[in-house]
Structures are given as C-alpha cells and as structure tokens.
C-alpha cells in the first residue's frame, strides 16, 4: 500500500470520527441544556409546593393552637362549674331521689310535688351516690368538650 491510498482511505476516516464527536458533543451539550431546564422547572415546582405545604402546616398550627386554647378555657369552665355546682349540692344537703317514696306512696306523691312540696316523696342521695354522680357528671362533661374539640379538627381537616 502505498503513502497515498493510506491517506486517501485514513483521511476520510479521520473526518468521519471527528464529524461524529462533534455531533455527539454537540447532542451531547444540547440533551444536557435540555436536562437542565427541566430540572430547574422541577425545582421551581418543588419550592413552590414546598412553600404552599409550609403556609399549610403554620395554619394548621395556628388552629391547633387555638383549639387546644379553647379546649384549655373550656376546661376551665367545667371546673369552676363543678366547683360551683358541687358547693350547691352541699348547700342544699346533698342530691334528692325524687322518686324514693313508698311503692303506695305514689298518688300521694303526685299531688305534694305538684303542690310545690316535695320534701315527703324525694330522699337524700348517700354521700357516695352523691361523689358517683357528681364525677361521672363531670367526665361526661368532660368528654363532651373532647368530642368537640374532634368534631371542630375534623370539621378544620376536611377543609383543608
């Protein structure tokens, strides 16, 4: 082979290889721009979400805040009112069974309570009945301001 056709066959070759790694730098630049866009896209969105999900987690804070306040101050309530009620009742000697009076008793019983005079036909309540009804009054209270407060997140959860 002669110094001519090895260059007639090597060069074409050689323009060939560089025609292809200029394409594939040049595909290669082009895919990677491409790439960045949509990562910067993606990011863009990405913060943007993030953003509006942190707006939602402080509002849901802020709420929780101001039910666990309500809840707090509504506690506080029941209790002043337990205290209040409870002094009542030892006021008043205890609680009254109204309807305590002699199985005979009834039709008498009828006419002194409509009569305003009630004394004869209602008993006082032991002191443990009275302690029973008086706490299981006071969870009852108490778990209605909790079924409350569920009702008021899940009513804020639905919202959301």
Known sequence: MSSGTLRTILLPISIALLLCSAVWKYQEHKYEA?????????NQKLQDETMKLLE?????????FDLENKYHESQQELSTL???YRQLVRDAGGLR?????????RSNAKSTSASGNNDSSSR???????????RLTAEADQLREQVLLCQEWAKLMMAQ
């Open 56 to 64: 939602k987690e402080r509002l849901i804070q802020s709420h929780i």
């Open 97 to 105: 069974d109204k309807g305590s009076g002699d199985c005979g008793d």
């Open 124 to 134: 006082v309540l032991s002191e443990e009945a009275t302690e029973f009804l008086l």
């Open 82 to 84: 337990d205290a209040k």
């Open 34 to 42: 491409i790439i960045q866009a949509h990562r910067a896209e993606a």
